[in-house]
């Protein structure tokens, strides 16, 4: 029996396990951006937590949707 197929498989999991902790530390990071910049320079009108947060949330989707990608990729 071949057991390349078992590596890539392991291989793939691998990087769908890691996605979550990726998006969370994206989102993270761009929200303390936003609460430092918050207290750094007050606003009445504008929030940059908010705004940073939505921006970390797209970019960590779009990583998502590229990484899932490129593994639907090696599978053809």
């Not at 761009?30 to 910049?37: E, M, S, T």
Request: hydrophobic share 45%.
């Amino acid at each position: 029996m071949d057991k390349k197929p078992n590596k890539k498989n392991s291989a793939k999991w691998l990087a769908l396990i890691n996605i979550p902790i990726q998006m969370g530390v994206i989102i993270f990071l761009f929200a303390y951006l936003g609460d430092w910049l918050d207290e750094k320079h007050p606003h009445p009108k504008i929030y940059y937590n908010k705004i940073l947060v939505m921006i970390g949330v797209f970019l960590a989707l779009y990583n998502v949707i590229r990484q899932v990608n490129e593994i639907n990729k090696d599978k053809d």
